[in-house]
């Protein structure tokens, strides 16, 4: 969620450039690296992927609404919880759990020591 602006422009830079030669972008749908890693993706003209944590009818969190309209233009926006499941804490490792199945690889542009990004990996072993 708290990203360097190195890490914006780095998560930028990959993204545009992995969906600029076609290959999709998945993520999270989170403030932070997520957010601008959809959002290059769709400067790149390429397809993104968000999974949430919560159910498909909520939008979280609130300030990325441009992209949750925005993804399924060209991706998807997938959940496997059911609609009205609150955004819970406990949801994000296991929605980290479908972004790691959706993958042929991880890319961790900045991570907290227990971040999500970190959770992702574990699972992509």
Known sequence: RKCTAYGREVAGYISRNLSEIGITIVSGLAVGIDSYAHRAALEGKGG??????????IIYPPENKYLYEEIPLNGSIITEFLPKTPPLKSNFPVRNRIISGLCRGVVV?????????IITCEMAL
């Open 48 to 57: 993104s992927i968000g999974v949430l944590g919560c159910g498909i009818d």
């Open 109 to 117: 542009i900045e991570a907290g020591e227990k971040s999500g990004a």
